[in-house]
């Protein structure tokens, strides 16, 4: 068994595939500025949910007096010196690379002393108009302690001359600046030259009127500084009598979690990042020294706000499967006739949509059952389970409440539909809801006269949440098959009345027989090959971390099976190893849609019985297969299975335009960025310029 990858170094390098696409010159500029803000995210969730164990441990070694060398803590060492670089490297391309494509299309972030005077007094006037009212600076002092600094806010740390009103040398204040206020704002056309858009950062604004807080004292030296935080919420499920009520009183404290990485500009003089560290207890590790705005996040305003459609990506509608599905017709009478998949973001996510409005109005209907995950505060979904519950309809919401930084919006509407009726439960204590399921009970006229009660399904590999079904790549599946219906009404049985009950026969449940049948099924394989008869894994999903499943894999190929992995983001196996993992191959595809589809394919014979297709909702990670309740499922019409192969495989097998093949060190090279896109041949498929 090889020595697998690090996991963090791998989630590293899916960044560096990210931070790779703002450099290429085939793709629209603010896109291409839209991949840093992407990285800049990433890497904010990166320190708040990953990298807190690694201060820890700097933390114990900066306390423990001649420490020695621990392979362990040298390894988060190494990971952060990682980071380092990768944070470095993403400032050298916005400010070398996009910055100035940026101005050669007339567009430019003007900076204080760029200002013409026109520019100046325009600034002045925002500031003293729109942002000192709103600033209070704290001067430090035994009765003024150091302010508490919320998550990733702006703040400005300020080290004043002379004395304060009082007569006293005190000299550093902290200016904490509210979320409220715009962090990029586009100047009036009339003080820009002609043919060009001009934007200030907030931070350019604060800091060029930074005196005139302070009431005569000088200002001597001052930098911008953020913090990122520990933001994972710590309930003890176990311990409390209601887990809504205990997370939304954690919600109120993720803000100002432990301090893990320290963010302040280049140009920070020494004694004053020194002294915020020393206030964030954090080691010298832990300071990041950018060259530029301390939150590259915020400039998804300006691409908002920048008149230049030409530099964007040319807008996209998705299609409705008109031959599959008529529009207006009933989605019910159709999936009497069969299965059908829905590929997004290339077809449109409004046909789940019009499936459950159906459901809504549709008097046969009388139960209607869903888990959510992450649906986002605005949600047409959620508004009409209300409506369905308001029309007396049996509602049971399975909502997941730990959804990472979704906690919020699912707390909220969990109360919301409370208030009208619905059965809400919060799936099972120590284990996250990730499945996908929508279930609909319709009474129906039965062959002799007698009604009978037919059950109607939407299963998917991704969130049920429209916005972001524009911008990811997943697959649904409608269908009225009485087995699987049946399967998935067992789960919500389960998690709403945390019995036993019958094993599902069809869908593979994580906790329970996912992990087992895939691992069997890989097993399959490796049978096959070793009796010389045709043996293949084909599979997308977005992690491979989980080691027991990596060794399935290892032993398969090392059986003789030809294995193609197309795996998004982080994939401890390190593939290419000869004798070892040769025949194991690892590419990722990052595009233009962030790649979310699950789909595995096993095949270990020559007949059409000697393989299996599954979608699922889960990727291939420990915390998926032992701590969340997760649901796969067979594609069992073949026409749709081989629909999913044509589409969601080969394509990305041979993508020579956004994809990058892994090599057994955990590095990453694209071959070509001149051939095909399976993302651009789906797209030309099924979607349309919009209007």
């Known amino acids: 068994m090889p020595a697998l990858l690090n996991r963090e170094r791998a989630i590293l390098a899916f960044n560096r595939r990210v931070l790779a696409q703002a450099r290429r010159p085939d793709l629209p500029l603010l896109e291409r500025l839209r991949y840093i803000t992407i990285v800049s995210s990433n890497m904010d969730e990166f320190f708040e949910v990953r990298f807190a164990d690694a201060i820890g441990a700097m933390r114990l070694a900066m306390n423990s ?5 621990d392979p362990q803590r040298d390894d988060l060492r190494a990971v952060a010196q990682e980071a380092h670089a990768l944070i470095d490297q993403k400032y050298a391309v916005f400010n070398d ?7 050669q299309h007339g567009i430019f972030i003007v900076n204080h002393e760029e200002r013409t005077p026109a520019q100046r007094d325009w600034v002045a ?3 003293q108009r729109e942002v000192q009212p709103l600033l209070l600076p704290v001067g430090l002092d035994p009765a003024h302690p150091f302010p508490l600094v919320a998550n990733k806010s702006l703040n400005f740390i300020v080290k004043l ?7 006293r040398e005190n000299s550093i204040a902290i200016v904490k600046v509210p979320r409220a206020l715009p962090r990029v704002i586009k100047l009036p056309a009339e003080v820009c030259a002609p043919g060009t858009q001009g934007f200030v950062l907030l931070t350019s604004v604060v800091r060029a009127h930074l005196q005139d807080l302070f009431g005569g004292r000088p200002v001597e030296s001052f930098s911008q500084f953020r913090v990122t935080r520990d933001s994972d919420l710590e309930v003890d499920e176990e311990d409390v009598a209601n887990l809504r009520q205990a997370l939304r009183s954690g919600l109120t404290t993720r803000h100002f979690g432990e301090a893990i990485r320290l963010e302040v500009v280049a140009s920070c003089p020494e004694p004053l990042w ?4 020393q206030q964030f207890d954090l080691p ?8 530029g705005p301390v939150n590259l996040v915020r400039l998804n305003q300006l691409i908002d706000q920048a008149d230049a459609p030409a530099l964007r990506f040319a807008p996209l509608a998705p299609s409705w499967p008109e031959a599959d599905l008529p529009r207006g017709s009933n989605i019910f009478t159709r999936l009497q006739q069969g299965d059908m998949l829905l590929h997004h973001p290339f077809q449109s996510f409004e046909v789940v949509v019009e499936f459950l409005r159906q459901a809504v109005h549709d008097p046969a209907v009388l139960a209607i059952k869903q888990t959510i995950y992450r649906t986002g505060s605005q949600s047409v979904l959620m508004e009409l389970l209300l409506e369905a519950a308001r029309r007396g309809k049996d509602v049971c919401v399975v909502v997941e409440l730990k959804a990472r930084f979704d906690e919020e919006a699912n707390i909220n509407w969990a109360e919301r539909l409370e208030a009208v009726g619905a059965q809400v439960v919060y799936g099972i204590v120590g284990f996250k809801t990730h499945a996908k399921l929508l279930l609909v009970t319709r009474r129906e006229a039965g062959p002799r ?3 009978l009660l037919r059950r109607y399904a939407h299963l998917s590999t991704g969130n049920y949440n429209p916005n972001t079904a524009r911008l990811y790549t997943d697959v649904g599946m409608l269908t009225a098959d009485a087995q699987l219906t049946a399967d998935a009404d067992a789960v919500f049985h389960q998690l709403a009345s945390l019995t036993k009950v019958r094993n599902p026969r069809h869908l593979l449940t994580a906790p329970f027989a996912l992990h087992r049948r895939l691992v069997a099924h890989i097993d399959q394989v490796a049978d096959a090959a070793r009796a010389g008869r045709p043996a293949r894994i084909a599979a997308k999903f977005n992690s491979l971390t989980e080691p027991s499943m990596i060794e399935a894999l290892v032993r398969a190929g090392q059986a003789g099976a030809q294995i193609d992995l197309i795996i998004r983001g982080a994939c401890m196996l390190p593939p290419g190893i000869p004798g070892v993992t040769d025949r194991i191959r690892v590419r990722s595809v990052v595009g233009r849609f962030l790649e979310h589809t699950r789909v595995l394919y096993f095949r270990w014979g020559e007949g059409e019985a000697d393989e299996a297709l599954y979608l699922s909702s889960a990727d291939w990670m420990g915390r998926n297969m032992f701590r969340r309740i997760e649901v796969a499922w067979p594609v069992r019409d073949a026409a749709l299975r081989q629909r999913l192969i044509d589409e969601c495989l080969v394509p990305y097998l041979h993508d020579r335009c956004d994809a990058w093949v892994q090599a057994s060190d955990g590095s990453y090279t694209r071959p070509a960025v001149d051939g095909p896109s399976a993302q651009g041949a789906l797209a030309a498929r099924y979607m349309a310029p919009a209007h």
């Open 125 to 127: 006037r925002f500031f």
């Open 65 to 69: 007096a001649g420490a020695g060398s």
């Open 97 to 103: 690379e996009l910055t100035p494509a940026l101005q």
């Open 274 to 277: 020194r002294f915020l560290l």
């Open 161 to 167: 001359g002379g004395q304060d009103a009082f007569g």
């Open 284 to 291: 010298e590790a832990a300071l990041y020294l950018v060259n």
């Open 449 to 451: 006269r007698q009604t």
